[in-house]
């Protein structure tokens, strides 16, 4: 497992006013946000853009020292035995800056095993297995820039694998990439975890994707971890209204008025040749929307019920977190 606990993290920042003058500022990245990550499990930290997540990352993964706290990889810490700690962890972010574009998938892979102390016969073994298995095998020995942005994505996978790390930081990995490739890599994110008892750390921005990968989530805002749960606790915590969307054909004048008196909490829109009446309730009664449908003598073409997503709960949680309705 590792551990971070209660760690804290400033940047120390210059800002020019005027010609010749500096002013120092400082700004919080990380506020004492502790968390775990255990093997076989898939940990998605979430927030808004400059919440906190690289930061975080760059400290677990050893190339950011925390200010206070401490981050333990199975009970000791990880900055105290660096050449060990970097051949356990492995880390991919989105985009396609990490990797040699003039060298080939071989030669990048060479190298960057090269930095985990593998020697090359392990790094040529490793790379066949996880060439073949991720579909690069027959283009390992063209150079990077001639490969496409899922072909380089896909590239980079294998580059977080090839020490064989227990646990795994992915920052943003289906950034920019397009709807096939990145199914295709949330399966290979799934199977990793799974069937390599690798531990997994996500950020995305992307949250059907946290929703669907996720075992555990930390939502954090301005540094500091704001809420944690699985699916159903974060749910649960923000105690968040499901959406009951029922359909009409605009034939009559809808009586608003009872829908007000029935439904404290709805909102109407037309489009087409029909109104849309979306009614918000924590438990809403499908029986008794029908029923009083039915009074009113309007006939509903369907009728369904959406449960609360991760997007609400993000933005619900900081909304709250920072005091706003
Ligand atoms: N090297 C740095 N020097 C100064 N400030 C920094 C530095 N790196 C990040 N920050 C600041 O720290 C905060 C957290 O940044 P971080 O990159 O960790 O956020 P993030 O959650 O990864 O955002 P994003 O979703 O945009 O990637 C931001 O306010 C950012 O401006
Ligand atoms: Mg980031």
């Not at 400290?59 to 706290?69: Q, S």
């Not at 996978?157 to 090839?162: P, R, S, Y």
């Not at 008794?288 to 949680?317: D, R, W, Y």
Request: aromatic share 6%; net charge positive; glycine share 6%.
């Amino acid at each position: 497992m590792i551990e971070v606990k209660n760690v804290s993290k400033e940047y120390q920042t210059k800002k020019r006013i005027g010609l010749f003058k500096n002013k120092k500022t400082t700004k919080k990245a990380s506020n004492n946000i502790s968390l775990q990550v255990k093997r076989g499990q898939i940990i998605g930290v979430l927030g808004e853009n400059g919440a906190g997540k690289t930061t975080l990352i760059k400290m677990m993964t050893t190339l950011l020292l925390p200010d206070t706290g401490e981050i333990l990889i199975e009970g000791k810490n990880i900055n105290q035995d660096l050449k060990t700690t970097r051949r356990r962890i492995n880390m991919i972010s989105g985009g396609e800056r990490n990797l040699y574009w003039r060298l080939s998938a071989m030669e990048n892979l060479l190298y960057f095993g090269s930095l985990y102390g593998l020697t090359k016969r392990e790094i040529l073994r490793r790379a066949e297995i996880l060439l073949k298995e991720i579909g690069l095998w027959e283009e390992r020995n063209t150079p990077v820039e001639q490969f496409s942005k899922g072909m380089k994505q896909r590239l980079q996978i294998i580059k977080g694998l090839i020490n064989e790390p227990e646990y795994l930081f992915l920052d943003e990995p289906t950034l920019g990439l397009d709807v096939e490739i990145s199914q295709e890599l949330r399966k290979a994110i799934k199977n990793i975890a799974r069937k390599q008892n690798t531990g997994i750390l996500l950020t995305t921005h992307y949250m059907a994707e946290a929703e669907e990968l996720c075992d555990y989530i930390y939502i954090i805002d301005k540094g500091a971890v704001i809420l944690e749960g699985d699916k159903e606790e974060v749910f649960k915590a923000l105690d968040l209204e499901k959406e009951v969307i029922v359909i009409l054909q605009r034939k009559e004048k809808l009586p608003l008025r009872e829908f007000r008196k029935l439904f404290p909490d709805f909102t109407t829109e037309n489009k087409d040749e029909q109104t849309i009446l979306k009614i918000q309730s924590k438990t809403p009664d499908l029986q008794q929307i029908i029923k009083v449908l039915n009074q009113l003598n309007l006939s509903a073409s369907e009728i369904k019920v959406n449960n609360p997503t991760l997007e609400m709960a993000l933005i619900t949680a900081k909304r709250r977190n920072r005091g706003i309705k």
